[in-house]
């Protein structure tokens, strides 16, 4: 008798029992109906058994899902939905009659539809829209929503092709390569037309997409398309357009060449809860990059730098979420370095995201859980741990490993990495092994990685050692900043702030030097603040990147006068790394006037953002 062929499972967050099966295939059929704020059809899983001792029980994650029908290879199969554990679901078990020998493939055919509790998805009315002309739904599965659309194996540490059938009244895009039989524009009667999309590559449950609405598409490059509201079209076309290729280019030069075809970008509603997110073909984007000035298109290089780092490679599971964000982050500052000049650039970005890093660790406290590269997610939800402590702890590690070892040798191991982990998860000890290993006959290299402290990068809470940026590019928004702080202390101070201080600046500095301000021992008095908002245009600024920061410099010096600045926002913008700052110095200053906004714009957030200004409003600071 073989010997048992055992799989332990890494994600804790799952309830399926991938250890068991994995997906070698998905398929979805699914009807988008607005009128219902549902989406209704079948998912069929082609589901391979990988251990010999036989299982006669299939595990699926699954939360809020109605379950209508199960069949197992074309037949009706028992079927039943486990008492919810919070916050992973429901798992859906699935009986079969006999046990499936290992390596065994059976498909797995389910009749479902979405539910009013569904967490990955946002149903927006006509008015909600930039046209208001219909109605709009897109989703947002990450980290593990998708289990609310249609029962699956939600986990990054299993990946499968997928094959998407939607029918909608109104155009739709996919995280697949749509086919060009698909209608470009609304049905004229409303009804349901048919769109198709292929996904080849193996993917995680997570990286699915779609959305559907009133949207149109523009070229921004030889192989790259905008879609977006059709009032919004020219805008976005020409934000994107200069910068697409140049970035893919770039990217392909630091790694190899794109490997999904097409690369474009769906700028969404007001209300997505993020700058981007990484769905393979299509990019979802927050039109909070559209600024009128290019200056915010670095978002597009970290989206498109997941098309290696997370989408081709993923981690095993969200306690190592770092492998993800922290490799794209430091591909996103490689490719600023490509295209603006020099490691200038990609320092200036690292220390404005050491400021981000410095806020995520100072509202979690140091020694926090979530402060730590690998975190442990055992019975916890892992959007509770987002925060910039991944991206930019995890980017510092990069850095330090490229700058001990150099950035020649370095250069040499990103494409064996991604190479080796292609169309795979993997873990932080795999990523470690995989290191060593490429080295290992290079006497010199191998001494200097002998350097590195795993236990305490890995493990240690808090701040990683501040790397030795070239400050070159903000030393005269420091010396500013400076400036400002001593006109703060001394009313004798012979600095009269005007507005050719900033003249020629980047919107960027303009970000550094107010996040520099926010990190004053003692805030700007209130009337500082408000000559600070005058004399540089901050209230007024379309960008808002810098406009929100200026809010937050305002509220922290108690300007009441900003509220309506604020509560203005936070009716027109989802995106929560503008939300929760604003609602977390909003609550300090008027916790009635945060709570009534909240419930005056809940509907309008996206159900992660909701979820998790609904905690700040009741005192959790995760």
């Known amino acids: 008798m073989a010997d048992t062929i055992i799989h332990t499972p890494r994600d804790p ?32 899983h082609t589901l391979k058994s990988i251990t010999n001792a036989e299982t006669k029980e299939i595990l699926l994650d699954s939360s809020h899902v109605q379950v209508d029908n199960v069949e197992v290879n074309g037949k009706k199969h028992k079927f039943e939905l486990g008492p ?19 390596d065994t493939e ?13 967490t990955a998805l946002q149903w927006m009315t006509p008015a909600q829209t930039s046209n208001k002309r219909h109605p709009y739904m897109f989703s947002q599965a ?31 895009v996919a995280s697949g390569i749509p086919a060009e039989s698909n209608p470009k524009q609304a049905s004229a009667d409303g009804e349901l037309e048919t769109y198709r999309f292929t996904q080849p590559v193996p993917i995680p449950s997570y990286l699915f997409a779609i959305a559907s609405g009133d949207i149109a598409f523009a070229p921004i490059g030889p192989r790259s398309t905008v879609a977006t509201g059709p009032d919004k079209l020219a805008g976005c076309k020409w934000e994107l357009q200069n910068d697409t290729e ?31 997110m990484e769905n393979p073909i299509y990019t979802f984007a927050t039109p909070t990059i559209i600024s009128g000035d290019r200056q915010n298109v670095d978002v597009v290089a970290h989206e498109l730098s997941h098309s290696w780092s997370g989408n081709l490679v993923s981690n095993a599971s969200w306690e190592h979420f770092w492998l993800n964000e922290g490799w794209t982050t430091y591909l996103e500052r490689r490719i600023q370095a490509i295209i603006h ?23 979690f406290g140091e ?8 975190v442990d997610l055992k019975g916890k939800d892992p959007d509770d741990a987002f925060s910039s402590v991944p991206y930019e702890k995890g980017f510092v590690f990069l850095y330090y490993i490229e700058k001990l070892i150099g950035q020649d040798q370095f250069d040499k191991f990103i494409p064996h990495y991604f190479e080796t982990w292609s169309m795979k998860s993997l873990d932080s000890y795999d990523f470690k092994t995989t290191l060593l290993d490429f080295f290992q006959h290079d ?30 590019l903000v030393d005269e928004v420091y010396a500013l900043a400076d400036q400002w702080q001593r006109f703060t202390k001394d009313q004798n101070s012979d600095f009269t702030p005007k507005p050719s201080d900033i003249q020629g600046w980047s919107a960027n500095q303009l970000v550094v030097l107010l996040e520099r301000m926010l990190l004053f021992p003692q805030p700007l008095p209130v009337e500082h603040a408000r000559y600070l908002g005058s004399t540089y245009s901050l209230r007024e600024s379309q960008n808002v990147e810098v406009s929100s920061r200026y809010y937050q410099v305002a509220l922290l010096s108690g300007d009441t006068s900003i509220k309506g600045h604020v509560v203005d926002m936070l009716g027109k913008v989802g995106r929560m790394k503008f939300v929760r700052p604003l609602y977390r110095h909003l609550i300090i200053m008027d916790v009635e006037l945060a709570t009534e906004t909240f419930e005056k714009n809940k509907d309008f957030y996206h159900p992660i953002c909701r979820a998790m200004v609904k905690k700040m409003l009741m005192g959790d600071k995760s």
Request: glycine share 6%; proline share 7%; hydrophobic share 35%.
């Open 367 to 374: 020694t926090h859980e979530f402060t730590k590269l690998i």
């Open 13 to 44: 967050n799952t309830l399926s029992n991938y250890n068991n099966w994995r997906t070698t295939r998905t398929a979805v059929s699914i009807d988008i109906l607005f009128d219902e704020q549902i989406l209704k059809g079948k998912v069929t």
């Open 246 to 276: 140049k970035q893919l280019k770039a990217a392909e030069s630091l790694v190899f060449p794109y490997k999904w075809g097409q690369y474009n970008v769906l700028v969404l509603p007001a209300s997505f809860p993020y700058g981007g």
């Open 142 to 172: 990450q980290a593990i929503h998708a289990r609310s659309i249609f029962p699956n194996i939600d986990t990054p540490d299993v990946k499968a092709p997928f094959d998407f059938t939607i029918r909608s009244p109104l155009p739709v």
């Open 341 to 363: 000049g020099g490691d200038k650039w990609r320092d200036f970005s690292a220390i404005i995201g050491w400021s981000a890093l410095t806020d995520s660790i100072k509202n």
């Open 106 to 118: 059976v498909d797995v055919c389910i009749d479902f539809a979405t539910t009013a509790a569904c």
């Open 84 to 102: 919810r554990l919070e916050p992973y679901g429901s798992a859906l078990k699935i009986y079969l009659d006999e046990g499936v020998p290992n």
């Open 443 to 472: 006497k010199a290299t191998s001494q200097k990685l002998e350097n590195i402290d795993w236990d305490t990068w890995f493990y240690k809470p808090g701040y990683p050692p501040k790397p030795d940026y070239d400050t070159s």
